[in-house]
């Protein structure tokens, strides 16, 4: 059964810094590695997705990568601004033709100005 | 494109009531999805489905069913509300591209059952 988790759950650091977010899963043999930006009281905003057959993919300050061997996959934002604050999510899309994504907990970051 | 529209944003049942979370997606996406979200666990799978006229379990099925008559419309239906079931519910679609996948999902529905 795939897990998937997030690690630190909760994240606070003064505007400006570079960092990392970590996500792990169990299985390898994921389809693709999705990371999701949640505000409070709202739905999820895909981020990045990265193909099992990429190593890393990017969006302006983003930069998300996947290790499939090593079951790994982080999400490094540079120089973050207050307005990065927010839960961040992984979800894992399984080996079947199913559109099901595991999810990790999150991880809530805080960027203090 | 309205993407993927959940109705209502807000519910309040009481325990024993059923009720239907509506979904639909102009997408032409042929995977839906829905999940539960609640503090400390995370997104859970309901039920999803493959494609018009079909469904199938996901990790937390219990006291939900699905029904998907159309490639845009996937509702889910509480049989009979349990406080338990209070939560706020997510509808995604996706597609298959390239052999990978990418999901786009709703705003919420947040229930409460008193």
């Known amino acids: 059964k795939q897990e998937v988790t997030q690690i630190p759950a909760a994240l606070s650091v003064p505007e400006g810094e570079n960092l990392v977010l970590n996500c792990s899963f169990t299985d390898s043999a994921i389809y693709n590695l999705q990371w999701f930006r949640q505000d409070p009281g709202k739905g999820l905003t895909s981020l990045l997705l990265i193909q099992s057959s990429q190593r890393e993919q990017t969006s302006g300050r983003l930069n998300a990568s996947l290790d499939k061997s090593s079951g790994r996959s982080t999400l490094y934002i540079a120089a973050s601004q207050p307005g990065d604050s927010a839960t961040y999510l992984c979800?894992?899309?399984?080996?079947?033709?199913?559109?099901?994504?595991?999810f990790g907990q999150g991880t809530t970051l805080q960027v203090k100005p | 494109n309205a993407g993927v529209t959940q109705t209502p944003k807000f519910q309040v049942l009481k325990t024993g009531q059923s009720m239907t979370l509506q979904c639909a997606q102009d997408?032409?996406?042929?995977?839906m999805s829905w999940y539960r979200q609640d503090p400390g666990m995370g997104l859970r799978l309901i039920h999803y489905?493959?494609?018009?006229?079909?469904?199938d379990q996901g990790e937390v099925p219990n006291g939900y069913n699905v029904s998907r008559s159309t490639t845009e419309d996937f509702p889910l239906r509480l049989l009979s509300a349990a406080p338990s079931q209070t939560s706020v519910y997510f509808c995604?679609?996706?597609?298959?591209?390239?052999?990978?996948?990418?999901?786009?999902f709703g705003q919420g529905t947040r229930l409460t059952v008193v």
């Open positions: 997408m032409n996406h042929e995977y």
């Open positions: 489905s493959v494609g018009a006229g079909i469904t």
């Open positions: 995604a679609s996706s597609y298959s591209d390239r052999g990978g996948f990418d999901a786009f």
């Open positions: 979800a894992a899309h399984g080996s079947s033709n199913t559109g099901k994504l595991i």
